[in-house]
Every structure is written in structure tokens, then in C-alpha cells.
């Protein structure tokens, strides 16, 4: 069992997701926003599951500032721009992969399983 935080500020979204990952065996945490999300960060995850377009502090915004924090935790940005120029910018950022919405149940656990796997290896 992983523990995740989920960075999402659709509520649905975050529903749909949550209940994925939990019916998966990990345990998630909620933050509806990027700064909720940066005052979570003082926990420990094995993976971060980052809406990139969000009011106020963006999740392009949180990956950023993890990464200078020097946290290694994985992350996977989701956005429903699913632009080039979009998926770059999050993997330059610092993001392991890149799922645009909407997505399929099992495109989301295959990611999900790859990044966390990376990390135990």
C-alpha cells in the first residue's frame, strides 16, 4: 500500500480518482488546492498526483517548489490540456509522466504502479 496525495480542486475529479486509487489498496490524501497541497508536503508520500491548471497556486507551481525543496518524491501531472506544450512544461518541471484528461481507469493504475515501482526499485 502507497500512500498518495491527490492535488486536484474539482471535487468530482478528486472523487473519482481517490476511490480508483483506493479500491488499488493505497491510501490517499486529498488537497483541493496547491497551497493546501504545499502545507501537506511535510508528510511523507510515495507519490504525488498533481492537477497541473488550478486557481491561485497551480500544480505546475507545486511540482516546482517540491523540486526545490529537494523532495524526489514521483510525480504524476494530469491536466486536460493535453498540448505538447503542456506535458512538457510538467516534465521539465519535474514530473515522472504526464496523463491527460480524460483518462481510462487502467491508464491511470498502469502509471501509478510504473512510478511507484521506480521508486521501490
Do not use: N
Not at 492535488?7 to 486529498?30: F, S, Y
Not at 501537506?40 to 498526483?49: A, G
Not at 486536460?80 to 480524460?102: D, N, T
Amino acid at each position: 500500500m502507497a500512500r498518495i496525495l491527490l492535488v486536484e480542486d474539482e471535487p468530482l475529479v478528486a472523487h473519482m480518482v481517490r476511490r480508483i486509487l483506493e479500491r488499488a489498496g493505497h491510501q490517499v490524501d486529498w488537497a483541493s488546492s496547491g497551497q493546501a497541497a504545499l502545507e501537506k508536503l511535510s508528510e511523507p508520500y510515495d507519490l504525488v498526483v498533481c492537477d497541473l491548471v488550478m486557481p491561485g497556486v497551480s500544480g505546475l507551481e507545486v511540482i516546482q517548489r517540491m523540486r526545490a525543496l529537494g523532495l524526489s518524491t514521483p510525480i504524476l501531472a494530469l491536466s486536460a490540456s493535453v498540448s505538447e506544450k503542456s506535458r512538457r512544461e510538467a516534465l521539465e518541471a519535474g514530473a515522472q509522466a504526464f496523463l491527460g484528461k480524460p483518462f481510462e481507469t487502467q491508464t491511470l493504475l498502469a502509471q501509478v504502479d510504473r512510478l511507484l515501482a521506480r521508486e521501490e526499485g
